[in-house]
């Protein structure tokens, strides 16, 4: 199954924001259900059921704080002149901070052979790209300083994507909460 760990986005406010951007950004591309907002620390895609049972003890095995990360800033990969993701950044201790908890899921998932081919950026996709739309600079850094809120940080989930015509559907196979 593919599969995912990921910080989800729960702030409402956070999500309405964000919203209220994907509908007022006058772009061609297809925008990011807000119930499927998230933060992907590693990426495994398809593995075994028997793999997916090793994966969640190893995930449980990780032990972190709660913590908040202020969601501001916009961004596009690879890059504005020829973007496929449209994403929102956070500030940088928010950041640090996830940086800090992919690196802990990252270790604790190499021994079961699965190793990140990226290093973690923190961002939330907002946008997906199909076809070329040209360069897009101007139109970001018009947005640069965009608040959209802060989100707390108190759990990470394992979460399985199944790819569908209508887009992808994801859903919950582990979660492990942030110790208080």
Do not use: C
Request: no cysteine; proline share 4%.
């Amino acid at each position: 199954m593919r599969t995912f760990v990921a910080i989800e986005i729960s702030n409402n406010n956070v999500k309405d924001s964000i919203k209220d951007f994907q509908k007022n950004f006058k772009i061609d591309a297809k925008p990011v259900n807000a119930e499927q907002l998230h933060f992907t620390l590693q990426f495994l895609g398809e593995i075994s059921e028997e793999l997916v049972q090793k994966v969640i003890e190893s995930l449980q095995t990780i032990k972190f704080t709660e913590f908040s990360i202020n969601l501001k800033g916009i961004g596009a990969f690879p890059k504005p002149e020829f973007p496929r993701v449209i994403w929102i950044g956070t500030d940088e201790k928010g950041g640090r901070n996830l940086i800090e908890l992919a690196d802990k899921v990252q270790n604790v998932l190499k021994p079961l052979g699965l190793v990140s081919d990226k290093p973690f950026k923190p961002h939330i996709t907002i946008f997906r790209i199909k076809k070329k739309i040209g360069d897009i600079t101007k139109e970001l850094n018009e947005k640069k300083v965009v608040d959209f809120g802060m989100q707390e940080i108190s759990g990470i989930k394992l979460k399985k994507s199944e790819l569908t015509s209508s887009g992808p559907i994801y859903s919950d196979l582990e979660e492990v909460i942030a110790v208080k």
